[in-house]
């Protein structure tokens, strides 16, 4: 028997999506009247691909949440607990009008079947979301969690502690949570590729029953690095006599690997940098051979669901190139100047091999850039990056997400306030990548996406 509250909800919804009307919760101010317009761009299910548009009497930041039936805002189920997701979408108005396009790749996320926009706390206004673009994903098959950019030994706590111990905890315990099947990395979990980084993220991760994998990146290469304390520490259990029988190739320099998830087969290829030297068309990042083995390895798996990781991005292939995923270049002009050096050699193939397959799905860190900096750059966290092929996905620094101002000479780092990642949800036709808060627990949903598989 339906409550008298979800009777009323049933109503209100049925209104708003039969006679395309706005309807206010009780409670709603005169002196504060706003009326919300979205305009979805596609038919899929489950995307929130719109342009959000707020007219009001009382300028500000206007904030939209999801909300259940009930018009309550909308919790994730984190193993036996419920945690909030943040607003997807923030709309500042100026002299009664404003507007936001969202990423391409926004998610509703599932059970989200209302929206409530905001002004200073104050819920104004519900829209019931059309029927059509519900989400039905049906059931997980699994998931997996991905991080990057730890930097052992690189920040400290105001107590003199490592940054990165902390947050590499803390990060593997919400993914133990949610009952991930591995975590997967785009490298730099080290300052200068020093030992000790590296039996730091062994001694943590060997505590967890899922395996942590990772690549190597710049900041893992510098002076103190050496291949055989990588090969003693790090990727437990894909190398050596502990290699598990879910590695099903490693390459012939004893890095590269692939990882096939037991329950979907889905593949997981980790691909090595060799240098740390960018900016010049001979400072190649990977070598022949491991392009070889790379496109051997798609070819072979050209069937499969693929995500590959490497930790530095791609420029993007069209308009601006520092406005692909992984970058952004603010008002002043200025961008993360470490990108993969476009027209070098290796770069051209890769990117030749990325273009290729549209079934891989291509995960990079390096620039540490928060996630809603895609205020400046709405391609910054997923994208296609300007070519056909793989999608591109960009994972911020689980140490030390960056920020930067419109008119900022280059950023600021925010950690220990800051921490963020993805836990990433696979179902039969759809992937849902959903951006975290660890440091406060919750689901940023304006960093909560949708790609098909």
């Known amino acids: 028997m339906l409550t008298i509250k979800k009777l009323m909800a049933a109503i209100l919804a049925f209104l708003v999506s039969t006679f395309n009307i706005t309807i206010g919760l009780p409670g709603f101010s005169d002196e504060k009247l706003s009326r919300t317009t979205i305009e979805y761009l596609n038919s899929d299910a ?62 509703i996320p599932s059970g989200a079947k209302n929206i409530l926009i905001t002004l200073d706390g104050e819920v104004l206004e519900t829209i019931a979301i059309p029927t059509e673009k519900i989400s039905e994903r049906g059931e997980k098959i699994y998931s997996f969690g991905s991080i990057s950019d730890l930097h052992f030994n690189r920040y400290e706590l105001e107590s003199g502690d490592d940054v990165a111990e902390t947050t590499f905890d803390r990060a593997l315990t919400f993914f ?18 020093e030992k000790e980084a590296f039996e730091a993220f062994n001694t943590i991760s060997s505590k967890y029953d899922f395996p942590v994998y990772t690549t190597t990146g710049n900041h893992d290469l510098h002076a103190k690095y050496e291949k055989e304390n990588w090969l003693k520490y790090m990727n ?43 900016g010049l068309l001979w400072n190649a990042l990977l070598e022949d051979s491991q392009l070889d083995w790379l496109q051997s390895q798609l070819e072979e798996h050209a069937d499969d669901t693929v995500y590959l990781f490497f930790h530095t991005f791609l420029n993007s292939a069209k308009g601006n190139p520092f ?46 850039w928060a996630y809603h900096m895609q205020a400046q750059n709405p391609n910054l966290n997923i994208s296609k ?50 951006g975290i808060d660890f440091v406060n627990g919750r689901v940023l949903a304006y960093a909560t996406y949708q790609s098909e598989k």
């Open 176 to 193: 133990d949570n949610a009952g991930v099947t591995l975590v997967a990395m785009p490298g730099d979990i080290s300052t200068d590729g």
């Open 236 to 278: 437990t259990g894909a190398y050596g006599e502990e290699r598990s029988e879910q590695i099903i190739n490693v390459a012939d320099n004893g890095m590269d690997f692939v990882y096939k998830e037991a329950v979907s087969g889905d593949i997981f290829i980790f691909l090595n940098q060799t240098s740390n030297n960018y």
């Open 323 to 368: 406005m692909g995923t992984g970058n952004l270049q603010n008002k002043l002009g200025w961008a993360y100047p470490l990108f993969y050096t476009t027209g070098a050699n290796d770069e051209v193939r890769l990117r030749e091999l990325l273009r290729e397959y549209d079934n891989v799905t291509f995960f990079n860190g390096h620039s540490h």
């Open 385 to 434: 990056n300007g070519e056909n092929g793989a999608t591109f996905v960009h994972v911020s620094s689980v140490s030390s997400p960056r920020v930067s101002a419109d008119y900022q000479i280059l950023w600021s780092g925010t950690d220990p306030e800051m921490s963020e990642g993805y836990l990433v949800e696979v179902y039969e036709n759809t992937v849902v990548l959903y």
């Open 46 to 107: 489950g995307s929130a691909d719109a342009v959000i548009t707020v007219e009001t009497t009382t300028d500000g930041e206007y904030k939209a949440y999801w909300a259940d039936e009930d018009f309550e805002k909308l919790t994730f189920s984190l193993g036996e607990t419920e945690i909030e997701y943040s607003e997807f979408a923030t709309v500042n108005t100026y002299f009664g009008e404003g507007s936001i396009d969202l990423p391409d790749y926004t998610a």
